[in-house]
Structures are given as C-alpha cells and as structure tokens.
C-alpha cells in the first residue's frame, strides 16, 4: 500500500508528532510500515509534546527486538487500516541504538537516540527527500 504525507514541516523536532490531528487516539497495535515495508508493531505511544515517542515490536524480523522511535520519524498514522508509516529503512530502524525498559527516562539515551535519526543521522538524507 503507498502512502503519501501531506504535511508540510518547518523545522524536524525527533520528539513531536509532524502533524497533531494523529495526536490522543490509542493506536497500540497498530503495523509499523518503515520506507521499504513492515517492522512489527506498536507496543507502546506517548503523546507528551517534546517527549513523544513509539515503541514497537519488531517480532521476529529482527530477532524480536523492541525498538523506540521518536515520534518525529512518524509521518503518517492510518487510523482505518490501523498503520503507522515511518520514513526511515528497516535498516536504519534495524541499526537504532538498543532499548530496554529502563532507559524511558535516561535522556542520554534520548539524545543518542534523537542524534541518531537527526540531522545527518540515520536516514537524514531520505527522510528530507521522502
């Protein structure tokens, strides 16, 4: 299925949503769908502006691992088909520095994380081309 963002970004924020209208609704469950196809699932979203993000359930693609993506990455929430698009690879999403339950408050982790999807990290490039 293609999806195609209408929204239009003024500066990229790896903490915030891109567009608020996806904002308060409960989408635990929801397939996570990266630029070049499926990662797993949403186990977790947060919705706090400046400390937004998703955690999702790669199952088996990559040995069951949990990953947390910063809500910036999210492009597109498709609440009929239940989808999240992300406009990174799922190799950019394979490579995110590792995750555990105890690093949800660790703001060293965030800011490695967000330097990671960041300007002239992971997927930059791709992502302003998208």
């Not at 797993?40 to 088996?60: F, M, N, Q, R």
């Not at 590792?98 to 330097?115: H, I, P, Q, V």
Request: zero cysteines; proline letters at 4%; aromatic letters at 14%.
């Amino acid at each position: 299925m293609a999806y195609q963002s209408t929204t239009t970004m003024v500066r990229w924020s790896p903490w915030d949503y891109a567009d608020k209208s996806w904002t308060g609704r409960d989408i635990t469950g929801y397939g996570i769908d990266a630029i070049d196809g499926s990662i797993g699932k949403v186990d977790e979203a947060t919705w706090d502006t400046g400390s937004s993000y998703l955690i999702v359930d790669t199952g088996p693609w990559i040995l069951g691992k949990k990953v947390m993506l910063p809500a910036g990455v999210v492009s597109l929430v498709d609440h009929p088909n239940k989808r999240v698009v992300v406009n990174r690879t799922k190799d950019q999403i394979k490579g995110t520095p590792e995750f555990d339950e105890s690093m949800l408050a660790d703001t060293g982790y965030r800011e490695r994380l967000g330097k990671y999807y960041g300007e002239g990290g992971a997927g930059w490039y791709e992502y302003k081309n998208f």
